[in-house]
């Protein structure tokens, strides 16, 4: 694994040669190998095998009576039998990153149709993949942030946020100038007219780190880096511990503390599987890159609201593209590099 | 066959046993059920409207849980300090309190999983983290390596007792030869859930305040200091009110493990202190808010220096030969350290991990009443199961209770 094409100074902390979904810029050649599997790895590898076996063993187990009792009723109508059974293989199906494309498939159909079900309205819910010589990076220009907060509005709406709770990706931090970067200081939530005089403004978010902390310590690995760098949530298999939470350097992880809520007509329905489908209470979620948009080519919903043209979004290893310009030449740099988590999540100014 | 016919006569034996007793011993227990079934009743408000209905937030993610968590840990680990002189240097005295020590180390273990699980946001969806069925991310996350140790402990911690008690049961004598070699491995085993739960935050970069290499050797001075001030109360109590003999020169001895723990945990935080605001930086700030407050936020400040005075006073007490000596002023001087260490590694050491933020936000955290009842319904969980195992313990001990072969 080679460091040659890597664009920013790396640490080399022992770590960045063990991840699966490498980001270390060429696919090619042993980057593309999955890691050696251990011993855990080696027996999820026969996920059919072991979603069949687990039903079985867990047939019995009161824990899903009810939904068996549903599910085999005659005298409950053919909907709400479909719901249950729905609902039933929901619960007992595997880890998404180990899923195959058929296992990713079922999923995608059966919570498309569960919509359906509820609400009878469609949805389009994508388990694109990532593409091949694609790893995304994210640069941010402070001289032209004015804090209007337009990306942070487009986020929640595009990525189907909890409205009760305001949760936000993406932190807005108001400076005062003459003090540089002193978050301690700053204000990440503001309510007047901006900009306001004598401060610049400064966003945060999920850096996406290329030696992402949140992953290594989840107990279930419920969160991984996709190979093009996208650090995701398998929303149906974390458990909630929040210990990702308390391992993020850059406060990018959000909790739902309850059952989030998005009016209908709100939501957004163009969705995929790892990003912004509907969340439930007591699962972690995070900024994806707007993974929804930017498989298809398309920027995040941030980059494309923001009115000042301070974001700029796109494909490291594509030598044409805006975001090597800015790195190749401005003078970037990136918040709390001594940790050594890598991110992906460049600073300029002009 | 035969094992598991007298295993099953100690079972109804044991039951019988247990609900049997003063009418102090069914107050206690009845109290005990009530405060367990309000537990019950308020966490199934929490699972029917999420972890909202705690006081955590996306700025102070992990509260009261954790914390509790955290210290019983210790409580648990602390249990072989018992054990290693009692059973491996013969030293008879202690031989009474291991067993009650063992007993407590797998009430602390069950309480130490009920935090966890009442902790989590899916605690449905759990079975993701079983072996076979689920993915374990072993080695990399710290927090499988704390399910593995802890859930070991808690089998080496009850298979041990267990046999001896079965042994007595019969009115034989436990062979040491089946035994100690458990012993020796328990006591490695102690040792290392107490670290393994300190690397837990100790390995994260996120959080200064907790990413420091003395958490771990703390961790273990603070355990040595707490777990055997309960179990020198717990003693005191039993003695009282049962048949069991402990002799003074037990609860001295263990007075002695206390008074040394307690020392080094002072001298520790000494350093940590004198670190922390000698040459602050911009990673003492959490220091600073846990003992000065910032910004006028001020919740843990007199939560810590309660904790800290009750300290020093019951650490430089219990130095004096004298003082330690009369059993009154143990008792409560053991009272004090377990309630500082309590605050200390509790939420005097979790909330503040989170404060300030990572963008140096200060959102403070308080326990909503919900999260306080489930706390205390825990806790009252442990003190109901440590009391029948302690029971059963003792009637066997005692011979209250023996095998009838018919």
Known sequence: ?350 | MKTLRVFRSLIKDGFLEVTHGSRAYHIWMAVLSFIMLFGMYNYSIQLEEGLSATGMTDRVSWGLYISNFTFLVGVAAAAVMLVLPAYVLKNIDFKQAVLIGEGLAVAALCMCLAFVVADMGGPARLWHMLPVIGVFNFPNSMLTWDVLVLNGYLFINITIPMYILVMRYQGKVPNPKIYIPGVFLSVFWAVGIHMITAFLYQGLQARPFWNNALLGPRFLASAFAAGPALIIIVLAIIRKFTAFKVPDNTIKKISMIVTVAAQINLIMLISELFKEFYAPTHHSISAVYLFFGLEGKTALLPWIWTSISLNVVATVALTFHKVRSNLKILYVLCGMLFIAIWIEKGFGLIVPGFIPGPWGKIAEYTPSLVEISVTLGIWAMGAFIFTILAKTGIAVELGQIVYKKK
């Open chain 1, 1 to 350: 694994m080679s460091n040659d094409s890597k664009k920013w100074y790396s640490f080399n902390l022992n770590k960045s040669d063990k991840s699966d979904s490498c980001g270390c810029g060429s696919n090619s050649g042993s980057c593309s190998d999955e890691k050696p599997k251990d011993g855990y790895d080696q027996i999820m590898d026969v996920s059919m095998d072991r979603r069949s076996a687990f039903k079985k063993i867990t047939a019995g187990f009161l824990i899903g009576a009810g939904a068996v009792s549903s599910s085999c009723s005659v005298v409950s109508g053919d909907e709400s039998k479909e719901k249950s059974g729905i609902e039933w293989d929901e619960y007992f199906k595997g880890n998404y990153k180990l899923m195959t494309d058929e296992d990713k498939t079922e999923t995608v159909d059966r919570l498309t149709r569960s919509y359906e079900l509820r609400t009878g309205k469609k949805l389009n819910m994508s388990s694109k993949d990532a593409e091949e010589d694609v790893l995304f990076g994210y640069a941010f220009n402070i001289s032209k942030c004015q804090g209007y907060m337009d990306c942070v509005n487009a986020c929640v709406e595009e990525n189907n946020q909890d409205r009760a709770s305001e949760m936000q990706y993406i932190r807005i931090h108001e400076m005062e100038d003459g003090k540089g970067f002193n978050f301690e200081e700053s204000d990440d939530n503001y309510y007047h007219e901006v900009p306001a005089d004598g401060h610049f403004y400064m966003g945060t978010q999920c850096f996406h780190c290329d030696n992402p902390p949140c992953v290594e310590v989840c107990p279930v690995q419920a969160t991984w880096k996709e190979k093009d760098g996208i650090v995701v949530i398998d929303y149906d298999w974390c458990v909630g511990c929040r210990y990702c939470m308390a391992a993020c350097p850059y406060d990018g992880r959000r909790f739902n503390w309850k059952t989030p809520e998005v009016p209908e007509q709100e939501v957004n329905k163009n969705q995929h599987y790892l990003g912004n489908r509907l969340r439930k209470k007591g699962v972690m979620e995070k900024c994806t890159f707007c993974i929804q948009r930017s498989r298809e080519g398309q920027n995040p919903a941030c980059v494309e609201a923001c009115p000042t043209g301070s974001r700029t979004f796109g494909n490291l290893l594509d030598p044409k593209s805006n975001i090597r310009w800015i790195l190749e030449n401005k003078k970037v740099f990136r918040l709390k590099e001594d940790l050594g988590t890598e991110p992906k999540f460049w600073y300029y100014m002009d």
